[in-house]
């Protein structure tokens, strides 16, 4: 399978923990994306990579968040000290350039209770 | 800022009842405009970029257009497996964040 892979699929965690989520891009993508998916809504932005360099972070994006892609493959998205608004899809994609259609993974489902 | 309205929220077929899905946005200098399936629990699927005003593209019973305003996703002759929502996505030359904008998506079922 050459999809975006990403990990967890389902993550709980308590107010106030730190998580962090991975993806798997397609390996001849040197574009990565973080999107936000709340119920009833379209993904929200949050910040791309291109190769290893973070090019571009949402204001939606609060201090307590941080992404890394070291060495432009997998990436990480960690949310600090957790809030229950916190709670949410986040859906990573991937593509070959800026105007190409994206591959996403399936996201992993974040609940702070 | 990139806008992107889609109209209706919901739309309930009978199989075989044609229709069509709505899409206006407004964007500084449109780069593109996607449109993606999304289904229950799964991240969005990729259909169509559209990239000038009166391109067409077609799949399948799908069937995108794209005006200067707006775009629709023609709905011929669907079949259940079709229910999922359809989410339009724009990117623009303006300044500000290089990622999609999305609208919030419509919901279609198609009842057998």
């Known amino acids: 399978d050459t999809g975006v892979s990403q990990d967890p699929r389902h993550k709980i965690t308590k107010r106030g923990q730190n998580v962090t989520f991975r993806c798997d891009p397609i390996?001849?993508?040197?574009?990565l994306y973080w999107y936000r998916q709340t119920l009833g809504q379209g993904p929200e932005f949050l910040t791309y990579f291109q190769n290893e360099a973070q090019l571009e972070k949402s204001r939606l994006l609060s201090d307590r968040f941080s992404a890394e892609r070291p060495k432009g493959s997998f990436s990480t998205l960690e949310i600090q000290r957790t809030e229950q608004g916190d709670s949410a899809m986040y859906l990573c994609?991937?593509?070959?350039?800026?105007?190409?259609?994206?591959?996403f993974g399936s996201g992993t489902r974040l609940t702070v209770v | 800022e990139d806008q992107v309205t889609q109209s209706p929220e919901a739309l309930r077929l009978q199989e075989g009842e044609s229709s069509s899905l709505n899409c206006s946005y407004t964007?500084?200098?449109?780069?593109?405009l996607f449109w993606y399936r999304q289904d229950p629990g799964k991240g969005p699927e990729f259909l169509f970029t559209l990239y000038s005003a009166g391109e067409e593209k077609e799949k399948e019973r799908l069937k995108a257009t794209l005006t200067k305003k707006e775009s629709f996703l023609h709905i011929t002759a669907p079949k259940p497996e079709d229910s999922a929502t359809y989410l339009c996505?724009?990117?623009?030359?303006?300044?500000?964040?290089?990622?999609?904008?999305f609208g919030k998506g419509t919901h279609l079922i198609i009842q057998p």
């Open positions: 390996s001849e993508h040197n574009r």
């Open positions: 996505a724009v990117t623009g030359s303006g300044g500000g964040a290089d990622g999609l904008t």
């Open positions: 964007v500084s200098g449109l780069r593109g």
């Open positions: 994609a991937s593509s070959r350039d800026r105007d190409a259609g994206y591959t």
